[in-house]
């Protein structure tokens, strides 16, 4: 993708804003039916910007939310939540935008980041939170996902208190990467409360076709959030390698995802990602790039949503 300049980035914005009043539908299901989850985009990708500049920037861009970074060098430091979150969540509110969920690094109750975190989401209507991830040594793997398991029963347990509902996110590499290893766990915890953050990419990357076909069906029960992301293989000099890139220019099946999304009647989160290079040559043009790209990548994702869904889907 090429670099924009600012006016660049603004004739992008407007025809985001065009595409909107073309196709109202896609953002507007208040009396309609189609697609009732919310739209987000990760923070992660704009780390320069405060509550205010989220909420006004991503709004003007056509998402209905934002996927808040509450974690170490996130737009919250676990440290700081109790006073920083109340004032992320209440900005970005001002500007119209809701604050579906959460992305933290939180993997066990004993973190003494971890009730703080949930007393206050919760007390801030905050639904959703993403957990941190259960690494494997690649020593004794079933002793690693016990180990695991018994960290997340914990936290679960805390998700339950406070109200928040966790959701687990299938990395590529991690414990729960492939879903099967850890949806022993999840099936014992209370659906109410604990369910799966889906990333089909990270699940296409393990699985392959038919594995992340596999992998949907065990979480679709009790989906929660999921992510929006692609990539492809690449065969670099030192062997063949993930490489990310915008929404629709890989190797995932979005046309098919998102029909079973559909048919698994799912309407809660979802978080875009920018996980692959945004160029620029200053600060601010990284900036102007990220919300082109976001801009560019949301579109395809509306497209598909209405392909599936029909129309009358939200931002």
Known sequence: METVSRRRFIETVAAAGALATTFPDLLDAQSQPGFRGTLCFFSKHLPRMDARALGHSLKTLGFGGVDL??????????????????VFVEGIKKEGLAVPMITTELTSDADPAARPTLETAAALKVPYFKTGYYYYAFVDARKEIEAAAAKLRGLAALSAA?????????????????IWDIA???????????????????????????????????????????????????????????????????????????????????????????EYDVPGATPDAVEANTLAAAARDLTFVKARIAEAYGAGSKP
């Open 162 to 178: 406070t109200g928040v509902h966790l959701g687990f996110h299938n990395h590529a590499g991690y414990i729960g990467g492939g």
């Open 69 to 86: 970074t509450v974690r170490p060098k996130g737009h919250v430091e676990p440290a700081r939540v109790t006073q920083d979150l109340p």
């Open 184 to 274: 022993p766990v999840i099936d014992t915890l209370d659906p109410k409360t604990a369910g799966y953050y889906f990333d089909v990419r990270h699940a296409v990357v393990e699985g392959g076709d038919g594995g992340w076909r596999s992998a949907f069906s065990v979480v679709a029960p009790r989906l929660s959030m999921i992510a929006l992301k692609d990539f492809f293989w690449e065969k670099a000099p030192t062997g063949w390698r993930v490489q990310n890139c915008p929404m629709g220019e890989g190797m995932v099946n979005w046309k098919s995802y998102f029909a079973m999304l559909a048919k698994a009647g799912f309407h809660g989160p979802a978080s875009l990602h920018l």
